[in-house]
């Protein structure tokens, strides 16, 4: 037979949509012409090809051979095409049996020597073959990642020989060995923090706005002046977070696999962001369009401490995806949608120096400085961070004598069980609630009314701020017990803002 076809799948965002390769070998002389809006990566593995499968025993056609990847109008870059490429070479070129090809899809990049090494989206790739009737085979290092998705028959592979001799094996035209299927293995979605919420002495107001933000998801900015344990709290919220559910472990694993990072499965992510990152690097992008920091912190926490100090441009990326959770990439040659449903952790000191209003009365700043330093974070982003919270300095005796606060275990059950009354009441976080879903599960009395109605007169509250101020109060209401949203809760979310 001089033609092939072989089941392979491209990366998108974090999708996998299908790939047919196509490959027809023909009489003229010897070429390999590939079409199909393949990138550079994937134009280079005709030599990748060409080498390991010569190095692994077997014939490379001295032919005309033409490779089509279709759909013609999807984009393919990368090096995971390299296996199912080679499999179309040796099908149509009669050393493998073609019949069995459609039960089987392939992914892979290819050493020169035939060894089978690791891709990226590996774990994007099994969960759209979750769908179909196909078995996937993939290197054996991808493997331990893609079984986490269920239902998915996985085989992994070292190299080109036994992806070759298990083909063979499946037809009954050779005597090779066949792969091993690769186990399913649930893994726990609780795991082992090592940062405990029991190192922060004292900040009581401080860590009792960490519990509400870590129980509706909300976020939060801390501002205090150095060394007054801001960084020391933000960096304990991952502990006391409500553990993820097996999708949402999935799904966050999938834009690690995807952006080629290393990724204890189940943990909450915690990314901390220096103040020269650029705009790219926060919201993702590039030529190929990868995920940003803000999608690395998909269902985690994105801590941006010293706030003033970043770039403006690069604060206000995250504007959009605050309101929506997802950040959409837009280029030339395609347009990317990656998951962005984080919480915002920001920390700064009040003025350049980090004293005013300190009672040591160390600041020196004008008030002109201190307003130029604050002003460099926008009222619209401000407007955006639920719970607003000022850290004091701790005095040394509070310090050495202060007993240790409640461990992250302890604060983390009572986070548990207030998320769980708000997932069955509404089936997600109170961040989420959109403004009609605010009027069915906030109802206000006429006492709630008329307090709003005088804190926003006072505060001069947006629109924006009140709905937030009311989801704060329901978390608030939740970690109290209560079925209703009471003027004491209303009180104490209006002291975050």
Known sequence: MSFAQVHTRSIVGLNAPPVTVEVHISQGLPALTMVGLPEASVRESKDRVRSAIINSGFDFPN???????????????????????????????????ERVLGDFEFVGELALNGDLRGITGALSVARAVKGCARTLIMPKINGAEAVKVADVGILGADNLTQVCHHLNAVSGVGGGEKLTPMIFTHESTNPVYTLDLSDVKGQYHARRALEICATGGHSILFKGSPGSGKTLMASRLPSILPPLTDDEALEVASVYSVAGVPYEFGVRPFRPCHHTMSAVALSGGGSRPKPGEISLAHHGVLFLDELPEFDRKTLEVMRQPLESKEIIISRASAQVAYPANFQLVGAMNPCPCGYHGDPSNRCRCTSEQVRRYQDKISGPLLDRIDIHIHVPAMPIDDLQNAPLGESSAVVRERVIKAYAIALNRQGKPN????PSQ?????PLGIAQKQFLATAQSRLNLSARSYHRLLRVARTIADLAMSEQVEVAHLAEAVSYR
């Open 63 to 97: 032919r005309r051979i033409t490779i089509n990847l279709a759909p013609a109008d999807l984009p393919k870059d990368g090096a995971r095409l390299d296996l199912p490429i080679a499999i179309g070479i040796l099908s149509a070129s009669g050393q493998i049996d």
């Open 431 to 434: 961040s989420q609630l959109t």
């Open 438 to 442: 605010i009027d069915t599960y906030i």
